[in-house]
């Protein structure tokens, strides 16, 4: 059996933990704990919601709007921070493997969205061998319609920078959208959803094929 997002993130944590400067690692573990303590925030999307239709350039710069996506049954959508997110990485190549087989019996598409420009998103879905669709979200504006994008705090934007990450380079902005998973219908309703505080958790496949199975008619 393939290991969990679960399992894979914890070897990561373990792994980093030792790899990373003392000063930087502190950071992120405090960063960290302060999401798994905190509440999702207010007006965070929601099962039930109706997402007004959007249009987003894929990893070519084709333009791609949700209509298309919902058009001949559920769209999983994923909300990830970039390629440069280690965790991103796993969750995404485990989709690839484990829930892309998934989709074909619920009629389902895939598709990934981060902040990063199609040249970057491009960069992501060769290295990771994505099929499905990978696109971008600038300024993470549609995800702030969402409710789901933070800030990450001066301190840990020092701390990724001495590591060489500057987001507002990479990601032409500092404003993430928190690890998140929505299944709507074809009536953009959603039926799942699902949002992570703590980057370093994830939806796992099962979760998402079981509510591909229980979402009801799109």
């Not at 925030?41 to 710069?61: K, N, S």
């Not at 990830?80 to 009629?107: D, F, S």
Request: proline content about 7%; some cysteine; overall charge negative.
């Amino acid at each position: 059996m393939s290991a969990t997002i679960e399992q894979q993130a914890k070897e990561l944590s373990a792994a980093s933990a030792s790899q990373l400067p003392p000063e930087a690692a502190a950071v992120f573990g405090a960063e960290q704990q302060h999401w798994r303590e905190q509440s999702l925030p207010d007006g965070i999307v929601r099962a039930g919601d109706r997402i007004e239709d959007f249009t987003l350039p894929d990893a070519t710069g084709a333009p791609v709007s949700l209509g298309e996506l919902v058009a001949d049954g559920p769209a999983v959508i994923v909300f990830y921070r970039g390629g440069w997110c280690p965790y991103c990485n796993i969750a995404l190549r485990t989709y690839q493997t484990e829930l892309v087989p998934e989709l074909e019996r619920y009629g389902a598409k895939l598709v990934a969205i981060s902040p990063q420009q199609p040249d970057q998103s491009l960069s992501t879905k060769e290295k990771a061998e994505l099929t499905f669709a990978v696109l971008s979200d600038p300024g993470s504006k549609f995800a702030s319609t969402l409710g789901i994008v933070f800030t990450p705090t001066d301190e840990v934007l020092a701390a990724q920078r001495t590591l060489g990450l500057d987001l507002a380079q990479v990601n032409e902005t500092v404003e993430l959208p928190m690890p998140t998973v929505l299944i709507l219908g074809s009536d953009r309703v959603v039926r799942f959803a699902d949002t992570h505080a703590d980057y370093t958790t994830r939806t796992e496949v099962s979760d998402i094929v079981a509510a591909l199975a229980t979402a009801g008619p799109s």
